[in-house]
T-cell receptor
Framework: AQSVTQLGSHVSVSEGALVLLRCNYSSSVPPYLFWYVQYPNQGLQLLLKYTSAATLVKGINGFEAEFKKSETSFHLTKPSAHMSDAAEYFC????????????FGTGTRLKVLA | NAGVTQTPKFQVLKTGQSMTLQCAQDMNHNSMYWYRQDPGMGLRLIYYSASEGTTDKGEVPNGYNVSRLNKREFSLRLESAAPSQTSVYFCAERGSGGASETQYFGPGTRLLVL
């Protein structure tokens, strides 16, 4: 069965530092991949997605992610963290691609230090 | 979270009480979902509806029932609430695929069962 692994349930970075949140999936067939962000007491909001087009995907708020088939990874990055980036981030896959079934990772809470 | 509304925002129940969580979307999409979110466990699918009149069980359906009243509304019912159902519940609907592939989430309902 498809699974999604997010390494690190909590990540802390200094303001202005690189943000790297890790996501690995298990499917042998590239699925659709998503990153969502959740601010306190809110629902999930789409940051970016990979749907078999460009492997480097740019999203909102300066985030981007690169699909690497050889590593079955879809890590989320941002060159310079901002205080407003503090939130919980979820990686998800749609497997098979384009179907109803989304599998979510357990989330990574990002803390940004002043 | 534009387009998906949930009521109530917060509810406290006693063990054994029943309640219905309401969800409505105005994006005219077919697929709707109910998830629960618990700390450290990500989002887990309770039920799914591919279209009006159809529903399917997800990963954790026990203790819940759903009703897809029409294309716009998808409700989740707890017939006899248990403390294990204390959680945050999210309704979502899915875009129509391709470039629109993603799920759109409501703001959530926080449920406490005493």
């Amino acid at each position: 069965a498809q699974s999604v692994t997010q390494l690190g349930s909590h990540v802390s970075v200094s303001e202005g530092a690189l943000v790297l949140l890790r996501c690995n999936y298990s499917s042998s067939v590239p699925p659709y991949l998503f990153w969502y962000v959740q601010y306190p007491n809110q629902g999930l909001q789409l940051l970016l997605k990979y749907t078999s087009a460009a492997t480097l995907v740019k999203g909102i708020n300066g985030f981007e992610a690169e699909f690497k088939k050889s590593e079955t990874s879809f890590h989320l990055t941002k060159p310079s963290a901002h205080m407003s980036d503090a939130a919980e981030y979820f990686c998800a896959v749609s497997d098979p691609p384009g179907t109803y079934k989304y599998i979510f990772g357990t989330g990574t809470r990002l803390k940004v230090l002043a | 979270n534009a387009g998906v509304t949930q009521t109530p925002k917060f509810q406290v129940l006693k063990t054994g009480q029943s309640m219905t969580l309401q969800c409505a979307q105005d994006m005219n999409h077919n697929s709707m979902y109910w998830y629960r979110q618990d700390p450290g466990m990500g989002l887990r699918l309770i039920y799914y509806s591919a279209s009006e009149g159809t529903t399917d069980k997800g990963e954790v359906p026990n203790g819940y029932n759903v009703s897809r009243l029409n294309k716009r509304e998808f409700s989740l019912r707890l017939e006899s609430a248990a403390p294990s159902q204390t959680s945050v519940y999210f309704c979502a609907e899915r875009g129509s695929g391709g470039a629109s592939e993603t799920q759109y989430f409501g703001p959530g309902t926080r449920l406490l069962v005493l």
